[in-house]
């Protein structure tokens, strides 16, 4: 009596599920061998001939080479890319401030104006010092003016 071995792929439904895990862990691979070539760039204890190295290592023996480099280096592969994140999130946070303070309303020359006056009245000037700060003031080179280049 001779049994029939039936494996995975004789059936269809199996068969659909292995080509779809096989073209999954196809893809996963990929992922992983770019992430660690970006890796290999970010890492900047790395000198030039030893990411050359890597690089070389990677594309010629990809299967070993991205497990070698797995085994040899993954555990700080996390902490790279946290740190790259994170000096992108304070550049971004920094842009952001930045231009925020660039957007605050200045005050006009008459609110400046209306403030000398005011200065003035309590005492805490001279008129002297009252009519040069109103003469910078209507001359545009007082602090109510923007830098140039700004709009």
Known sequence: MSA????????PLLSAF???????????????????????????SLSGWAKAGWLVFVCVLPFLGVFVYVIARGKNMGGREMA?????QE???????DTAKGAEPRPSSIDELA???E???RGDITDEE????????????GPS???????
């Open 18 to 44: 292995w080509t779809i895990l096989v073209f999954f862990l196809w893809i996963m691979w990929f992922v992983l061998l770019f992430r660690i070539v970006v890796d290999i760039f970010r890492d900047d």
């Open 84 to 88: 790259q994140a994170r000096a992108q």
């Open 145 to 151: 003016t923007r830098p140039t280049g700004m709009s």
């Open 119 to 121: 200065i003035r009245a």
């Open 115 to 117: 403030k000398l006056s």
């Open 4 to 11: 029939q071995t039936y494996l995975a792929y004789d059936f």
């Open 91 to 97: 550049a971004f946070d920094a842009y952001i401030r």
């Open 130 to 141: 009252f009519r040069r700060a109103k003469e910078l003031v209507l001359s545009g080179t």
